[in-house]
């Protein structure tokens, strides 16, 4: 998670405060009718793949993406997975072609094509809703601590981690069969801070692509969110009023409303004051429970504020001493067919959040 200075009165040429909703994730709206919350997620993932393969600039929704590349286009291919088998590579993704000439480069690894592995079982943690608010309180007085210096050319910079279940077997839907976890992607990413900004960069596995935002818009350049309101009252009602009336990957209208701020504490830069006020914003939700442990996709253990909707339990992990914001997973917490308690179904890290000058600029190295 990054943050960013505090706010200052608007001066020339500067942003005013916005009239509409807080912006969340443009994803696509489902049906209602579903066998399982997988079916819907996975789905959400899988259209998205498809509207943006029209273009050769890849057009992804802001921030997160819950699936490495490979893997929403084998989903989307319907291609057999099975234990231990290769997933195809995805155009702009590890094994696959690579939109506007790009070349490997960066950490984590050199394009090969990675392999599949079984469903992962991990420990649950323990839920509870006492001391939810309380413990909110705390992450969001430490988050408004935390300032960088941010201009409006240059990047948010994160380079992360991250893996989600996708179904072993061909034609076979999430939650009606045997799962797989997903190779480790390992991706750094580069949003720019220019509200016009139309242009980031994604590295993922060593092999790079234009992030095209002219779709989507950058929503969550630090020039706009410096603008919200920081009242938590008001900041949540923003929320609510920008998640569109459907069901969005087969959850309800809180748990949407849990997601959309997940998505903006997950990478966008947060004025300190707004990162406070939307942790005290998420205490307001109903549903919102303190897990006593959880690991991330890095094996850094710490305590989650969480929610659980349709049997499966969506995680902010922090680390318990800094209450840094240390990575997401979600995991089933209720038996099906297919599922055990426990079953990973997604799971990330974030390494490490800075400012940078330049796209494709590291810290502690120039562009």
Known sequence: ???????????PGEHPEPSGP???PAVPDLSADRHHVLREHLMSEIQTAHGSERSPAR?????????PLTAVAAAACA????????????????????SGGGTAAGAGGTGATPRSTAATVVELGTASAAG???????????????????????????RRMQAGSIPALERTMPGEGPMVLTPMAHRQIWIPQDPRGNHGLIIENGVSEDWDLTATGNPYAYGLLAAYPTDPDEL???????????????????????NAVGEILDGAVLPPDLGAALYRAVAKIPGVVLVDRAQDAAGRTGIAVAREDDGARTEWIFDPETLEYLGERKVQVKATRWLRPGTLLSTSAVLESAIVDGKGEVPGTRS
């Open 1 to 11: 998670m990054m943050n960013a200075i505090p706010p200052r009165p608007a001066g």
């Open 79 to 98: 291609t057999a997975l099975v234990v231990g088998g290769v997933v195809p590579g995805a155009p702009g993704g590890p094994g696959g072609p690579v």
């Open 59 to 67: 057009r992804r929704p802001l921030l997160r993406f819950y699936l």
């Open 132 to 158: 939810v608010t309380r413990q909110l309180e705390r992450i969001s007085l430490a988050a408004a601590k935390r300032t960088a210096q941010v201009r409006a050319d240059q990047f948010a910079y994160q």
């Open 236 to 258: 949540l009602a923003k929320i609510y009023a920008g998640l569109g009336s459907g069901l969005h990957d087969g959850t309800t209208r809180d748990q949407q409303a849990f």
């Open 22 to 24: 807080l912006p969340v």
